[in-house]
């Protein structure tokens, strides 16, 4: 199972940006998907997550400015970023988590994507 991640870039703050996640896999619908990001010197933290029936978790931090979605035909999930802030750079990592619940932590993700570099300029 093969993820690409793509989307990130230099955007102002208060901009949007969409980040795209593609995943080699013929179970993808089955998979859990989630978002992570890691900020320069800081832990990878949870930033979403997307059950197959389409159920969603969010970072607190990121509650009412983030989406995230997935299109099984096109086997993507996708995080709609808005109203960004210079606290939400970061290298930006999708995730798959082979069937269980909707979960926050790193360890229940089976495999990542290589990650998508996100800069929120003030």
């Known amino acids: 199972v093969q993820l690409q991640a793509s989307g990130g870039g230099l955007i102002q703050a208060g901009g949007s940006l969409r980040l795209s996640c593609l995943v080699s896999?013929?179970?993808?619908?089955?998979?859990?998907m989630g978002w992570f990001r890691q900020a320069p010197g800081k832990e990878r933290e949870f930033v979403a997550s997307?059950?197959?029936?389409?159920?969603?978790s969010y970072a607190e931090s990121v509650k009412g400015r983030f989406t995230i979605s997935r299109d099984n035909a096109k086997k993507t999930v996708y995080l709609q970023m808005n109203s960004l802030k210079a606290e939400d750079t970061a290298v930006y990592y999708c995730?798959?988590?082979?069937?269980?619940?909707?979960?926050?932590?790193?360890?229940?993700?089976?495999?990542w994507g290589q990650g998508t570099l996100v800069t929120v300029s003030s």
């Open positions: 995730a798959a988590r082979v069937g269980g619940m909707l979960t926050s932590k790193i360890p229940d993700y089976n495999y």
């Open positions: 997307i059950s197959r029936l389409e159920a969603t």
């Open positions: 896999s013929r179970t993808f619908s089955a998979y859990v």
